[in-house]
């Protein structure tokens, strides 16, 4: 059984970066992609993969998404045209955002999306405008508290309503092809997934049963990544959903749109310690890349980074604090961390999603650049760094 791999560059790979290219610094593997995309083929083989880009754009990645067969969830006109300009064709996209721009819709029209979900009446009518006989899904509400971020307190038609939906999409001249649900990020277990495919299975009935032939079920993504203090399995949860979905939906296209799980693992943070002070009684550290930056996922995405800095000795609690003039610029507070100078190197690993993607250049800070590890571990003499496995 393969495990769940994750790119971690050693100290060596680290100090050498950081003196080749500078910091802060992000080091991205196409090869955990790849490896994260062949993962989830390997154990549910008869789900079509769109990647979910707003996870993270970067044009290696999409290259390497495309190179691989993948498709594309979508959210809005800048990612379709974005594809657009590398040469995906629309066929190749699923406008997933349930409620849609003008702008989106014509883009759609301009670069031939013809796929999209919907969770609402007023949707229906833009859609049938923009793109007559679209094929559609309705966005189903599958709530999950214990998700790490339950989107469906945003999107999802509630089960009472879907059937109603349905039939008025289906009376626009739109083609209501099947059921789309997000069982929420981060999720650990199969069972919100299970439970999602009780509830659909139930409208997928009901639909026969109005003479709607749903063939498609797009189980959306969610599928985890290492975090601190979280334990999973994760070929055992792939290996539960793909049994269900084969028994109850073996005559169903099945689509999916990871985003996490296939960039969350592929990307390293080298950032530097550029100031230390005392505040209150508590060392704070200050780094080159702070919350406007990289680590823009603390407060975007909730999400707790690791800081390596390859040091021993006694932790301590410290607040980290990032570059700019703003008292908002705190990524965290009460960390634990060995004791820190200036000039000291962080790696933050497993940084690949919803950091670099929604970082700015407030107060004039560049974004940090990005390498990517395939190209530059070969001149550096690193080309044995291995990926670690990890049994979560």
């Known amino acids: 059984m393969k495990e769940q791999s994750f790119f971690q560059l050693s ?3 680290v100090n050498q970066l950081a003196e080749r290219y500078g910091t802060p610094l992000l080091v991205l593997s196409l ?7 062949d993962l989830l083929r390997t154990h549910i083989p008869q789900m079509k993969i769109h990647y979910a880009m707003k996870a993270n754009p970067d044009l290696r990645i999409l290259e390497t998404m495309i190179n691989k067969g993948s498709e594309f969830d979508v959210a809005s006109d800048g990612e379709i045209n974005l594809l657009s300009s590398i040469g995906v064709s629309g066929d190749r996209m699923i406008y997933a955002n349930p409620i849609k721009t003008e702008s989106g819709l014509q883009a759609c029209v301009e670069a031939g999306v013809t796929r999209m979900t919907f969770d609402s009446e007023t949707e229906i009518a833009k859609i049938a405008r923009f793109v007559p006989h679209a094929t559609v899904l309705l ?6 508290p214990a998700a790490h971020v339950d ?3 945003k999107f999802g038609a509630p089960r009472e309503k879907a059937m109603e939906l349905m039939l008025k999409a289906r009376e ?4 209501m092809a099947g059921i789309a649900v997000h069982v929420g990020s981060q999720v650990t277990t199969a069972d919100p997934y299970l439970h999602a495919f009780d509830v659909v299975r139930s409208v997928m009935d009901e639909a026969s049963r109005h003479g709607l032939d749903l063939r498609i079920l797009d189980i959306g993504g969610g599928f985890p990544i290492p975090e601190t ?3 999973y399995n994760l070929t055992a949860m792939l290996d539960q959903i793909a049994a269900r979905l084969s028994e109850d939906f073996a005559d169903k296209e099945i689509w999916s749109e990871p985003g996490r799980y296939m960039a969350g693992t592929a990307q390293n943070l080298i950032t530097k310690v550029i100031g230390v002070n005392e505040r209150n009684g508590q060392v704070w550290y200050f780094l080159d890349d702070g919350i406007y930056g990289t680590f823009s996922g603390v407060i975007f995405d909730q999400w707790d980074f690791k800081l390596l800095s390859f ?10 604090a990032g570059p700019s003039c703003d008292s908002l610029d705190i990524m965290f507070r009460g960390k634990l961390t060995e004791p820190l100078d200036v000039g000291d190197l962080l790696l933050v690993p497993v940084c690949g999603a919803y950091t670099s993607a929604s970082a700015t250049t407030f107060n004039g800070f560049k974004k940090a650049r990005t390498v990517v590890w395939e190209e530059v571990r070969k001149e550096l003499g690193l080309e044995q760094q291995e990926l670690l496995s990890m049994a979560v």
């Open 172 to 175: 626009a001249g739109l083609d």
């Open 139 to 144: 966005r189903l509400r599958i709530d999950n």
């Open 31 to 37: 090869e955990q992609v790849e490896k994260n995309y």
């Open 229 to 231: 203090g979280v334990h």
């Open 311 to 320: 040091k021993e000795g006694r932790k301590i609690r410290a607040t980290f």
């Open 151 to 153: 989107l469906n307190k």
């Open 11 to 13: 100290q060596d790979a």
